[in-house]
């Protein structure tokens, strides 16, 4: 009976469509979704009358056990995955980030032996790319090809760490175009930043709201519409991570309303709360907000970031969950650039988003699927597997009661970590049961996590060549000439198919 379930009389809700429907599982996949289902004797039954059975959520962006700037976050693989699971999570898509000069290919072995004995859920990852050179060039064609790597991060800021410069980035963007990958970018002016922190310390700001002056919007929306000059000009889709600001939200929109391929990811955070918090009078307080690209002191922000979401000017959700405990936070105290970037969301994401932007009145159910699972599917190429209610694909499936209340705290939350920025919000709406992979993880509310029950998800690029044919293509180097009374008017890249 553990592995058979059939979930009755719910609501069943796509990115696409919301249906009347049973639906019922063996061995992890989903089998059946109809009416007048018939199905074994001694299968486990749920009534979901009055629930959405709705896809399991994917959040597409996770810092879990990440080494960064001195210690390594208070939520590994485990926890991670346990609070993404207790919030209506069922995948999680983390980043491998090597550091600079270090083979891709054994930073993404590490990631996967960390995270494969750990995770509670299914995980997926993207790789950033630290560091520009031949190898890195040759690796990312390998990790496309051998290891189900699909996506790869590029950052604008953190420099002398991990930025490219836009020679790296136009090299870079034109290398996903090749491969078929998702090129994703961390948009802020680091040159900027890196600048404008040297002036604020030296003139004695030296708490988190130094944080936030060091990086207002322009420049992070400065950066959006750099990446999508950059890219537009190798026809390289793009994908604009941790979306903070109205003008950045903007930037993406209309980029978009130009014809340009780019896809916006706001936060949990970026959604549900704002930069008024970084100066507030409580160091720990202020510190626990402390993250890249920072809040918004504009307190009409998230609402503003959830119209666009709800409007499909932006496309899908994540969290960068990346935490760090109150005593790591202190390793800031008296200079905010060391302050350890990062805040939780993984477990909130869900709620949040229902509250802000279902009960709000901003989306209906269905896009609430669309921004919290299917998109996130789509975009890097596990649906229909994930992301959808549908005959074959995971039986990944949170059975979601719109009567549930619930009051964000610390206290009850299932991260590691000490401080939740969300403190003291109610949802109405949440998780009663979590089904990953046809197991019931959450059961009427309790948690039931099972450490390594999770799998890595292999995902493919989108290039519609043969890898055998890339070194041939790059001969031509993807690009075709426009020629107009015989002469070159335009230089492209483009996605031709070799036979
Ligand atoms: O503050 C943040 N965002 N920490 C994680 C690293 C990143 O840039 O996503
Ligand atoms: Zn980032
Ligand atoms: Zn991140």
Known sequence: AQNRLLIKNGKVVNGDGIQDADVYIEEGIIKQVGNNLI??????????????????GIDTHTHLQLPFMGTTTADDFYTGTR????????TIIDFVIPSKGQSLIEAYKQWRERADEKVACDYALHVAVTWWSPEVQQEMEELCRDHGINSFKMFMAYKDLWQLDDTELFEAFERCKQLGAVAQVHAENGDI???????????G?????????????????????????????????????????????????????????????????????????????CWRHAAAHVMGPPLRPDSTTPDYLMDLLANDDLQLTGTDHCTFSSAQKEMGKGDFTKIPN???GVEERMSLIWEKGVVSGKMDPTRFVAVTSMNAAKIFNMYPKKGCIAVGSDADIVIWDP???????????????????FEGI???????????????????????????????????????????AVTEREK??????VEREGRIVAVRNTMVPVV
């Not at 929306?221 to 890219?231: P, S």
């Not at 009567?403 to 920025?421: P, W």
């Not at 031509?476 to 000439?481: A, E, F």
Request: hydrophobic share 40%; net charge neutral.
């Open 83 to 90: 609070a993404a699971l207790a919030g209506g999570t069922t």
């Open 476 to 481: 031509v180097h993807q690009l075709i000439k």
């Open 342 to 344: 990062g805040v939780n």
């Open 39 to 56: 199905v074994p004797g001694g299968s486990r039954l749920i009534d979901a009358r009055g629930k959405y059975v709705i896809p399991g």
């Open 193 to 203: 930043i890196k600048e404008n922190c040297k002036k604020l310390l030296a003139a």
């Open 205 to 281: 700001v030296t708490g988190p709201e130094g944080h936030e002056m060091s990086r207002p919007e322009e420049v992070e929306a400065e950066a959006v519409n750099r990446a999508c000059v950059l890219a537009n000009q190798v026809n390289c889709p793009l994908y604009i991570v941790h979306v903070m600001s109205k003008s950045a939200g903007e930037v993406v929109a209309e980029k978009r309303r130009q014809g340009i391929v780019v896809y916006g990811e706001p936060i949990a955070a970026s959604l549900a709360t704002d930069g008024k918090h970084y100066w507030n009078s």
């Open 403 to 421: 009567k549930l209340e619930h009051t964000i705290s610390a206290a009850t939350h299932h991260s590691a970590v000490d401080f939740n920025i």
């Open 426 to 468: 109610t949802c109405r709406g949440g998780p009663e049961y979590v089904i990953a992979n046809g197991r019931v993880t959450v059961d009427e509310g309790q948690v039931k996590a099972v450490q390594g029950y999770g799998s890595f998800i292999p995902t493919s690029p989108f290039a519609p060549f043969v890898y055998e």
